[in-house]
T-cell receptor, first 115, second 112 residues
Framework: GAGVSQSPSNKVTEKGKDVELRCDPI?????LYWYRQSLGQGLEFLIY????????KSGLPSDRFSAERTGESVSTLTIQRTQQEDSAVYLC?????????????FGSGTRLTVV | GDSVTQMEGPVTLSEEAFLTINCTYT??????LFWYVQYPGEGLQLLLK?????DKGSNKGFEATYRKETTSFHLEKGSVQVSDSAVYFC???????????FGKGTTLSVSS
């Protein structure tokens, strides 16, 4: 696609429910990243996929968070048993290569509200 | 570990004023440095970057110089416009195969 697409754009869920957030990266981009943006906290790294390599999960805040990516296509971030502190904007980004110098293309994000 | 510190906002300026947003970093090795901008209601966009010491990144009238001696990458613009109102993020790219590290963001508000 022309850009990084995320869905849904907004999600309101009840505490304790599971949610799935989707990211469709730019076609051909081998690297895909998930970040969380909370008010006053900047961007918090969650997980990074590069091709068929094992993902870097070092940023996932708890075992309630998981993510999958099939090949170099769509990724899904799943949050189980949501808590109010999970409320944030979840951002996905992709890049052509994992070379740091290229920078990323970001999607518009999914705003998650846990009530 | 690697980290980025940027000045707290909000920064409020009048149109045509000079802008500086400070960013300093801590890193091993020789990182790449970036400024991203997030306009209201939009996603983050790459504004400019520098990949080695003394490089100057520039775009849309904004500039930032990679200063290894002061571990800084301050963002500047000589004359801001109302349309520059946004949140600005400084970011660091360390080792290959690792994710960018972002600062907390600085909100800029420009009034006419």
């Amino acid at each position: 696609g022309a850009g990084v697409s995320q869905s849904p754009s907004n999600k309101v869920t009840e505490k304790g429910k599971d949610v799935e957030l989707r990211c469709d990266p730019i076609s051909g981009h081998t690297a895909l990243y998930w970040y969380r943006q909370s008010l006053g906290q900047g961007l918090e790294f969650l997980i990074y996929f590069q091709g068929n390599s094992a993902p870097d999960k070092s940023g996932l805040p708890s075992d309630r968070f998981s993510a999958e990516r099939t090949g170099e296509s769509v990724s899904t971030l799943t949050i189980q048993r949501t808590q109010q502190e999970d409320s944030a904007v979840y951002l996905c980004a992709s890049s052509l290569v994992p070379d740091i110098g290229f920078g990323y293309t970001f999607g518009s994000g999914t705003r998650l509200t846990v009530v | 570990g690697d980290s980025v510190t940027q000045m707290e906002g909000p920064v409020t300026l009048s149109e045509e004023a000079f802008l500086t947003i400070n960013c300093t970093y801590t890193a091993t090795g020789y990182p790449s440095l970036f400024w991203y901008v997030q306009y209201p209601g939009e996603g983050l966009q790459l504004l400019l970057k520098a990949t080695k010491a003394d490089d100057k990144g520039s775009n849309k009238g904004f500039e930032a110089t990679y200063r290894k001696e002061t571990t800084s990458f301050h963002l500047e613009k000589g004359s801001v416009q109302v349309s520059d109102s946004a949140v600005y993020f400084c970011a660091l790219g360390g080792q290959a195969g690792t994710a960018l590290i972002f600062g907390k963001g600085t909100t800029l508000s420009v009034s006419s």
